[in-house]
Structures are given as structure tokens and as C-alpha cells.
């Protein structure tokens, strides 16, 4: 069997085929990319055409030269880890404690992902000298990309 080969928690192993082709709702893959060309190329060319800013076609360029061997999901302590597909700067999220004393209370889910969504919006902004609305447009409309709070405490 021909595949992507992906270990969990060193006990798991998953074959994903290298010729399926993802695809969702609203669109998503439309282009009809495989599994094996997306883990070689996760920015593809449609996207990165679209990319006017400088500093933000390099972290696209630096996420697809990273991933031309395939990228590999994997676990870490229980949670699926994204790291290897970030693209642009990984910033340090608080941690519990910090989060109550800000809240005074155990912040909502939702809480929590607005104080990480803008510490990336505004590291971005000023890595690219745009401003903090225009980073968050660069995530999801330049880059075609979602945050993701990861387990080791970085969006």
C-alpha cells in the first residue's frame, strides 16, 4: 500500500492514501490537490500567487520548502500537533494562571481563542508592518489559513 504513513503516540499507525483527494463544504480543495501533493505543498500555487506582502510570501515559501519531503502528523501527550505546517511566527499564549487572573474566573473556550487569535494578529502585524486588521486578513484571506492553539502553549 502506497500512503502517507503517520505515527500517534509511537502505538497508532494510519495510512492515509497519497492520491485521495480532501475535500468539505464551502469549497474547501476545490482545486482538487491529493492528500500527497497538499503534505509536499500545503501553500499551493493559487494561494501563494495571491500573496502581495513580502514578509508573509517568505513564512509560505518557508512552510511549503519545509514539507517537500510530505508533511508527518503527529501527537504529542495526547493532542494532534501542527507544528510542522505553521506558517509566519508562533506566539507564546498565557497560561492558566494568567488567563484567570485576567478574566478573575477560568475564561470560555471563546474567551481564550480571541486573547490567542489577537496576540497572532498583532505579532504579525508587526512583523509585516501592516496593521492589526490587515494581519487578520492575511490569515484567512491571503494565506487561506486557521490558527491553532497547539499543546505546547503557541498558537
Not at 499507525?13 to 474547501?28: C, E, H, L, R, W
Not at 505546517?85 to 494562571?97: F, W
Request: proline share 5%; hydrophobic share 35%.
Amino acid at each position: 500500500m502506497t500512503g502517507f504513513l503517520s505515527l500517534f503516540d509511537k502505538s497508532d499507525i494510519v495510512y492515509i492514501s497519497d492520491s485521495d483527494i480532501p475535500s468539505g463544504s464551502g469549497g474547501i480543495n476545490r482545486e482538487g490537490y491529493t492528500y500527497g501533493q497538499l503534505r509536499r505543498q500545503p501553500i499551493i500555487r493559487e494561494i501563494l500567487s495571491g500573496i502581495s506582502n513580502p514578509v508573509v510570501r517568505r513564512w509560505a515559501e518557508e512552510c511549503n520548502s519545509r514539507n517537500r519531503s510530505g508533511f508527518v502528523m503527529r501527537k504529542v501527550d495526547g493532542e494532534y500537533c501542527f507544528d510542522g505546517l505553521h506558517v509566519g511566527p508562533k506566539v507564546r499564549l498565557p497560561d492558566k494562571a494568567q488567563l484567570i487572573g485576567k478574566f478573575g474566573r477560568v475564561p470560555s473556550a471563546s474567551e481564550i481563542r480571541e486573547i490567542s487569535y489577537s496576540l497572532l494578529r498583532e505579532e504579525i502585524a508587526r512583523q509585516t508592518g501592516m496593521t492589526v486588521a490587515r494581519a487578520a486578513s492575511a490569515i484567512g484571506n491571503m494565506l487561506d489559513c486557521v490558527p491553532h492553539e497547539d499543546i505546547s502553549g503557541y498558537v
